[in-house]
Every structure is written in C-alpha cells, then in structure tokens.
C-alpha cells in the first residue's frame, strides 16, 4: 500500500474580474449554493482525499458567510493568497509543507469549476498514483483553431490534431510542484502543468470531461447548473 497521501489545494484569491460583477464569482449563487460550495464538498467527501486546503485573498471577505461544518477538519482555510494564481498556489503548498510529505499527491483545482464529480476524481487518481511525474484532466479539442491577426482578421488555421484543453484538477507530487513554482525561469505559469513542463519534465493527460467547465463568463452559470442537475445521482453534494 503507497504511504503518500492524496490532498486537494483551491486557489480561490481571484476577484473573477472577466464575470463583470463586484462579486467574486465563487462566491455567486449556483444550484442554491454559493459556486465554490459545489466543488468544496465533492473533494472534501471524497474517500481518497486525506484533506482540503482552501488558498483566499487575506481580506476576503466572502468565505465566512458559508456554513462549513459539514466538512469539519477535513477543510483547512489559508488566508495567504497572493496576486497570481501561480503565487496563491505556491503560498498555499508552502502552509501545507509543514504538515505533509513532500511525496504526497496535491491535486489542484479551480474554484470555478463546480461540476468536478467522483469519477473523475477517481479517474485522475487511478491514471497517476504510480505515474514519475503526474498529471492532468483535459480533453481533446474539437473545433477549429484559427490564429488572429492585429486586425482581427484569420491569419492561420491550426491544426487541431494532438491539441487538448487543460481542466483541473491538476495532480503532483508537493515537492515537485513547490519546485517548479519557486524557480525563477521567466516562462509565463499559466497552470500547474505548465510549471512542472518547464522544468523539461512531460506530465500526462488524463481524459477529463467537456462537464467539468470553468465559469468565467455569465452565461457559464446556466450551462454549469444544468449539469450540476444532470450530475446530482453521483454524489457531488454533502
């Protein structure tokens, strides 16, 4: 049996300033929850995961208004955000070095993803347990790519064959990540996966699913609600 364990880290300091509203958009009503609610429970009630650490802004002022007691200890709340993603990520890892082996799995996922469920949870961990480097969920791109130009006319068809969409979670081990976050390459840090590729390492894909979306835009909400409908027999709330 592997000693490592598997924990959950939810950056969640953003403003989601391209939703176009004062509010944070985890923290917008969904299903008649608020959004971060419905990806907090899937992974704090998911057998394989030891525990979750919720990465906020250190003036939030919107996660205390959520009833947690549900998840009890199984929830850790960090108010250690930073001004990036790739720093919110890494200050979180940094608070959970102290308690955790860097051997052990994190799993990395956006707190605007509401419909993650259990399989693919399961999924993630069944393909990456033994895998030398980790990995990500992510599914091949299905339309047409066209490059643009200054002038927003097509400047070129890319081809689409071997290109994939990137989703989280993102799994890898806690040593390796903190590494490829705290080194000083200059390459833009767009994901976690995109942190452990620079360090000339080949993370792996994982077939994820076109449901497990990211709400970054309005009309996101409606599509994420509609699945969260079609997802309520897997037991992706408390």
């Known amino acids: 049996m592997p000693t490592e364990r598997i924990w959950a880290l939810v950056p969640a300091a953003g403003s989601g ?3 176009g509203q004062a509010t944070p958009k985890q923290y917008l009503p969904l299903a008649g929850r608020p959004l971060i609610a419905h990806c907090l429970a899937t992974l704090c009630n998911h057998p394989d995961v030891a525990g979750v650490a919720l990465v906020l802004s250190p003036d ?6 959520i009833d947690t007691a549900r998840w009890g200890d199984r929830l850790r709340v960090l108010r250690c955000g930073g001004a990036t993603r790739a720093q919110t990520v890494l200050n979180g890892l940094r608070e959970m070095a102290t308690q955790c082996q860097e051997s052990d799995w994190v799993m990395v996922h956006d707190a605007a993803r ?4 259990p399989t693919l949870i399961d999924r993630l961990i069944d393909a990456l ?3 030398p480097v980790g990995g990500i969920l992510a599914v091949p791109v299905a339309d047409t790519l066209k490059r643009a ?3 927003g006319r097509i400047e070129a068809t890319v081809p689409r064959q071997s290109l994939w969409a990137a989703q989280t979670p993102q799994m890898f081990r806690l040593g390796l990540l903190i590494r490829a976050l705290s080194q000083g390459s200059g390459v833009e840090v767009t994901d976690e996966a995109s942190a452990v590729e620079s360090l000339g390492l080949k993370p792996r894909l994982v077939p994820g699913d076109p449901i497990n979306l990211k709400v970054t835009y309005p009309d996101d909400l409606r599509s994420a609600e509609r ?4 997802l309520s027999g897997e037991n992706i709330t408390p």
């Open 129 to 131: 347990r033994d895998d």
């Open 227 to 230: 699945h969260l409908v079609d």
């Open 17 to 19: 300033a391209r939703f």
């Open 114 to 117: 509401p419909c993650l469920s």
């Open 60 to 65: 939030d002022q919107g996660f205390d208004a």
């Open 149 to 151: 130009d200054a002038a």
